[in-house]
């Protein structure tokens, strides 16, 4: 569970930077802090081996709730992330089963042997959820991590595509050795075709205005035998 704290501190950090939440995040850091020196007091000072175990399970329980509750806000644009909602998911069930065992252990007295060796229920399923929640945690981070990756691509894209409108230009691409045009539909706006129009250079170049026709074909002349860079013939 100590491990698996620190992971929920760091994810809580990332979700947060992530979704861009107007929320502190340096409290989770107190989280720890706290369950550190908990668990030197009880281990150190005043040997209480059920108190420490039940510390460190409210430590993780906080961060849990709070990873959930993060996991589950939405984003500015109202969209709440499937992958966001299914680490959200875990993280919900470990907290119920965290809660289970922080007061198993806050009530312990029993037998500091037993507790230590025995092989409860409750420690089997604290263990298991534990795993769980650490693969969880490293699955929803690395998706995470991809998600932000895509989002800041279609968010450059998007503005690439309002600049480029906005100035009358496209982008195409020709396979130089077939002589086939992809592009899209700002460039058939540009010239004035629709997408049943042959997207061949040929057949572009016949649409062009008498007077271009020439440096043109010059152009992909020059760029075909010498291959030289496209900016640096314009």
């Not at 279609?154 to 077939?178: H, I, R, V």
Request: hydrophobic share 45%; aromatic share 14%.
């Amino acid at each position: 569970p100590s491990f698996i704290l620190l992971g929920l501190a760091v994810y809580y950090h990332a979700i947060v930077k992530f979704k861009q939440l107007m929320i502190p995040t340096r409290w989770s850091c107190a989280v720890v802090l706290f369950c550190l020196v908990g668990n030197f007091y009880f281990l150190e000072i005043h040997f209480n081996l059920a108190a420490k175990v039940a510390v460190t399970t409210l430590s993780v329980l906080i961060l849990l709730a709070a990873n959930r509750w993060a996991a589950f806000y939405k984003q500015a644009d109202g969209h709440c992330p499937m992958t966001h909602r299914l680490t959200g998911g875990i993280f919900a069930l470990s907290a119920a089963v965290f809660a289970i065992r922080f007061f198993y252990y806050a009530n312990w007295t029993g037998d500091l042997n037993e507790l230590i060796l025995g092989n409860s229920f409750i420690q089997g399923l604290s263990y298991f959820m534990s795993s769980i929640t650490g693969i969880g945690t490293s699955i929803g981070f690395l998706l995470m991590c991809n998600e932000k990756y895509i989002t800041q691509y279609k968010q450059t894209l998007e503005l690439l595509q309002t600049a480029q409108k906005a100035a009358g230009m496209s982008p195409y691409m020709t396979d130089l050795q077939t002589g086939e045009t992809t592009n899209n539909d700002e460039v058939n706006q540009i010239y004035g075709v629709d997408s049943t129009f042959p997207h061949r250079v040929e057949n572009f170049m016949a649409i062009l205005h008498p007077g271009d026709k020439e440096r043109i074909a010059k152009f992909f002349q020059t760029l075909v035998e010498k291959r030289e860079n496209f900016c640096a013939l314009e």
